[in-house]
């Protein structure tokens, strides 16, 4: 149910940005476009099926508290 | 290479510095955390901290008038290297759009509407955010003063408020707490709410030529670092010890206001304001995303990249915190120091090897 | 901010400028905003006015099996409410609110339990007070504060009483004035200024009291008694705890000593017994303020100055209190009576080991250092903490009247 309202939004920003770029007729941005864009659905997909995704900030803080050993202590 | 056609004027600047300030302001439960009763102090050596910060960001916009930060970086490190930096910048600030994103949407559940899924709540924040940036940040920037006016009026309203509720004797002891816990409080302030003046730097070309965008957002931060005082000082006054206690502070102070009967449940104005602050904020802090996404893959428009960055945002967001108290730990311990990374670590290296060219370029002639 | 003007200038048809004319963006843009109107109606956490049950008071009582708690809570009926107050004579019209109890192990479980008795969803935002009888409070209240200091719908400035029997026979208050009794108390609560002689404490005020680990914290009493057949509430007393617990009371003349001390005084009455007769007086303004002062060896008095301005409100003396010897005679004699209600307060607090005053708030305020050493055996310090009292009465007016009307007073 989640994944095809993720879909169908991917669907609508293509359908809003596709015209755009196709008519620019820009090769690169298109394919840089693309890459970029599957990216993102592919993180959509995880999202939607409520895979445990590491959230980049926690494994900051992990970095930053117990390999650089810089943080405050939480009184 | 000029990708934002609008422009904006120094005032603006001013006061969009503030508007972008006052919302995590509002939500202060990290500093009264630290330092207890003595917060209100926290305000002004934040300041001076920041100030410094100001300082090398003035200093490197001085250098590279009309260009961003990004492409600062290009130009100081060499493309290779200066892209490196601006993947670095880039996480930085999707980070913090994503971290201020799960704030605001985590209010708006937590308080109002438990049962409504953190999704929907986020979707339609950032579904607004992407429309301002895509219609120009230099409007939204112009709708600063309006929304700084209705903000301090806020402020001031519910401060004059709560007057009659405060106990002057809540202040005291004065400065008694260990001096580390001191250190730590400034450098929260100065990094946190403060140090993400940076996110300014992608916007300051669009000051013009020969406009001092440094003052300008020296200025934001006085006038910010005001209010935070005044914010802190009203409720370590009103709600003593438990200002300490409550994850909103000012929330449960504004909560408390009851004059004669009428004037209560003034919460609503609060979150509000504070609603359309963090509007302000992340649709800033979403616009340096996208206009750094487009310098690092060389678009010659940003304008296709704003929704997909919004997607990106926005599904961020949702797997950036699984709990209100992880976020808060995060806040409390690593995250001044991961900001100060970007904000004191690397534009400091860019101004020093700036400064090395030079020295070598003079040394060459 | 769209500046339509600039992107459709004169001259130039539909299709060669995209703008707002187009037909696609104006179904866009009409689409939003039924998006956005859709969201306004907030479906998903919809709550309707008729499916919430407005909570105005709450009473916490001891269950009939040991480790219960019954808690009672007073429902708004909006239908009841009339714009006058209800004539004795009807007594077949309904009352305008509803007394539902639950039984269970915690406050937040019967509270929970409600929803297995009533079908509407409680909605706390509107509670004023917050009663707990005697015997809970005796076992500590402090588990059960701490649900209602969490909740994001109840509020800090929620009145925290403790009923002498049982509480929830003081939501059955019968009262003409009034609809609800819960109103009926919490005003009477706000009203309490007049007389000084209640200890008004809001959730806050108890949580910040107990927060400070040197004071006691305190709150109002309430009781029923019986008048005509009818059953009416009435303030009386202090109850002070400690650690959670409530270990003693103050009685009215001790909470006034309280309130002079600790400068919440605003109005009271007193009433002087002179050689000739009865007078009362009306203060008006009272100001206390208590401060530390460390003695060369180390200890600590308290220093309590209590300023009060007051007018004369009845002489039944016969005699003209109005004269300058009289008026300080009289300054003299209520100064005395202010000290001996704060000397009985000192002397029932120091009996119950209760620094209701907040003497060692002042202390850690003013002298922080000195704190930290004695602040683990403050119990015992407190008991001999001396205290220098300067009460200062200024009697300003005498009313109306001068001399007063007695009889051949005017040849």
Known sequence: MKLLMYLAGFAAIAAADFPKIIKQKQRRELTIYMVIFLLVLALAVFVSLDADIPSPVKMIQSFYRDFLHLSFKTS | MKLEKGSISGRALIFAVFCFMQGTMLRSAFIVVVTKNDSWAMAFTGLLGSLLLTAIYAALLRRFQEKNLFEINELVFGPVVGKVFSVLYLFFFLSLAALNTHDIGDFVVGYMMQETPLAAIILLFVLICVYAVRKGIANIVRLSTVLCIIAMSAVLINTVLMLNEIQPGFIKPLFQLPLGKYVQGTITVAALPMGEVLAFTMIAPML????????????????????????????????????????????????????????????????????????????????????GLAQLVNFKSYQPLTLICGALVFFYSLFVYKSVMEHADWG????????????????????????IKKTIRLRET | MKKNASKAPAGKTKQ?????????????????????????????????????????????????????????TQIVSPGEIKSGPSSSGSSASKKAYANIDNTDKSVISALDGFTHITNRKMYFSHNRILIFSREVAQKGILEDLDAFTRNYETRMNVYLL??????????????????????????????????????????????????????????????????????????????????????????????????????????????????????????????????????EDGTFRIRLKVYAEGDIESNETGKDMS????????????????????????????????????????IRRDYPKDWEKIKENWDSEFSGLKTDMEIDVKIASSGEMGKPVVQGGAE
Not at chain 2, 227 to 254: C, H, K, N, Q, T
Not at chain 3, 51 to 68: F, H, P, R, W, Y
Not at chain 3, 186 to 196: D, G, I, T, V
């Open chain 3, 162 to 295: 403790i009923s002498k029997d049982k509480a929830a026979d003081i939501l059955d208050e019968e009262i003409e004035l009034e609809q609800m009794p819960a109103n009926h108390i919490a005003e009477m609560l706000e009203a309490q200024h007049s007389n000084s002689e209640t200890a008004i404490i809001t959730l806050l005020d108890f949580d910040i009291a107990f927060l400070s680990g040197s004071t006691a914290p305190v709150a109002p009493m309430i009781e029923m008694y019986e008048i005509d057949g009818k059953k009416k509430a009435r303030l009386e007393g202090t109850a002070v705890f400690k650690q959670g617990k409530m270990i003693g009371e103050l009685n009215v003349a001790q909470t006034r000593g309280l309130m002079w001390a600790t400068g919440k005084a605003e109005r009271a009455t007193i009433t002087i017994d002179t050689k000739d007769g009865k007078v009362d007086l009306l203060i008006i303004h009272a100001k206390g303020s208590m401060k530390p002062v460390k003695a």
């Open chain 2, 332 to 355: 409390a311990t690593v995250a001044p120091i991961f900001s100060l990374t970007f904000e004191l670590v690397l534009p400091s290296a860019a101004l020093v090897a700036v400064s």
């Open chain 3, 323 to 362: 004269s300058v010897e009289n008026t300080e005679m009289l300054q003299e004699q209520v100064e005395e009576f202010i000290r001996a209600e704060i000397e009985s307060t000192l002397k029932h607090a120091k009996t119950l080991s209760a620094d209701v005053f907040g003497f060692g708030e002042a």
């Open chain 3, 16 to 72: 060669e400028c995209p703008g707002a004319l187009n037909p696609v963006r104006r179904a866009v843009a009409a689409l939003l905003c039924a998006l956005m109107i859709l969201s306004l109606s907030s479906c998903w956490s919809r709550r309707e006015l008729n499916t919430l049950a407005i909570v105005l008071a709450t009473a916490v009582d001891e269950g009939k099996e040991s480790g219960e708690l019954k808690v009672t």
């Open chain 2, 208 to 291: 013009g030529k020969n406009k001092k965008a440094g003052k300008m957002m020296a200025y934001g931060l006085v006038l910010a670092a005001v209010f935070l005082g005044i914010v802190l000082l009203r409720d370590i006054l009103v709600l003593g010890p438990m200002a300490g206690v409550f994850r909103l502070p000012s929330y449960e102070s504004v909560r408390y206001v009851k004059l004669a009967g009428i004037l209560t449940r003034m919460e609503s104005l609060y979150a509000v304001v504070l609603i359309i602050l963090y509007v302000f904020k992340v649709s800033i802090l979403l616009y340096a995303c996208v206009l």
